[in-house]
Antibody, heavy 119, light 111 residues
Framework: QVQLQESGPGLVKPSETLSLTCAVS?????????WGWIRQPPGKGLEWIGS???????YYNPSLKSRVTISVDTSKNQFSLKLSSVTAADTAVYYCARHVAGTIFFDYWGQGTLVTVSS | QSVLTQPPSVSAAPGQKVTISCSGS????????VSWYQQLPGTAPKLLIYDNNKRPSGIPDRFSGSKSGTSATLGITGLQTGDEADYYCGTWDSSLSANYVFGTGTKVTVL
């Protein structure tokens, strides 16, 4: 059974960089699929942030692209998110998820982690 | 705001049927596959439908998906109290700002 687990600080100060990691178990990232990040501000809808392939190929939401970096560490079977220059608008539950290339649907999700941006 | 529009809420009695629409355009739904997700309160989204109308293993056939033109529809028959949740559609948007987009979300209430 594929499982994903997000981890990282729950509180980040404005203008600093948000950093999260998603540990994958039950499946080797190197075997394929894309691995993505999605966020959900409190009481609002879902927003795709970006995705990465095991080779390191990435693609990002254009609205966040200038501030986002997603990387992968196949040796640890995990991938990471960095979002720079955060503001209160970046406060959200952040989910990691696996998705298929091509038709793109997210079949496995982490439980999510709340990140609050506040001084 | 999202480029995929869903009704904010729908409701029905137990055992009844509800449908949720997802309206987009030729740059998203019109030329790409649609998936649907169920988000129970306080939990992560769960894949219900992919490739417009396919169900992952373990998803009951009470849930169905369809697509016509630039709109997609999720149907839930035999409504149960456990179906009370938020539902989101999602697809790739091939416009100049290529992007994966989710719908605005629909709250299903079982009366």
């Amino acid at each position: 059974q594929v499982q994903l687990q997000e981890s990282g600080p729950g509180l980040v100060k404005p203008s600093e960089t948000l950093s999260l990691t998603c540990a994958v178990s039950g499946y080797s990232i190197s075997s394929g699929y894309y691995w993505g990040w999605i966020r959900q501000p409190p009481g609002k809808g879902l927003e795709w942030i970006g995705s990465i392939y095991h080779s390191g190929s990435t693609y990002y939401n254009p609205s966040l692209k200038s501030r986002v970096t997603i990387s992968v560490d196949t040796s640890k079977n995990q991938f990471s998110l960095k979002l720079s220059s955060v503001t209160a608008a970046d406060t959200a539950v952040y989910y990691c998820a696996r998705h298929v290339a091509g038709t793109i649907f997210f079949d496995y999700w982490g439980q999510g982690t709340l990140v609050t941006v506040s001084s | 705001q999202s480029v995929l529009t869903q009704p904010p809420s729908v409701s029905a009695a137990p055992g009844q049927k509800v449908t949720i629409s997802c309206s987009g355009s030729s740059s998203n739904i019109g030329n790409n596959y649609v998936s649907w997700y169920q988000q129970l309160p306080g939990t992560a989204p769960k894949l219900l439908i992919y490739d417009n109308n396919k169900r992952p293993s373990g998803i009951p056939d009470r849930f169905s998906g369809s697509k016509s033109g630039t709109s997609a529809t999720l149907g839930i028959t035999g409504l149960q109290t456990g179906d009370e949740a938020d539902y989101y559609c999602g697809t790739w948007d091939s416009s100049l700002s290529a992007n994966y987009v989710f719908g605005t979300g629909t709250k299903v209430t079982v009366l």
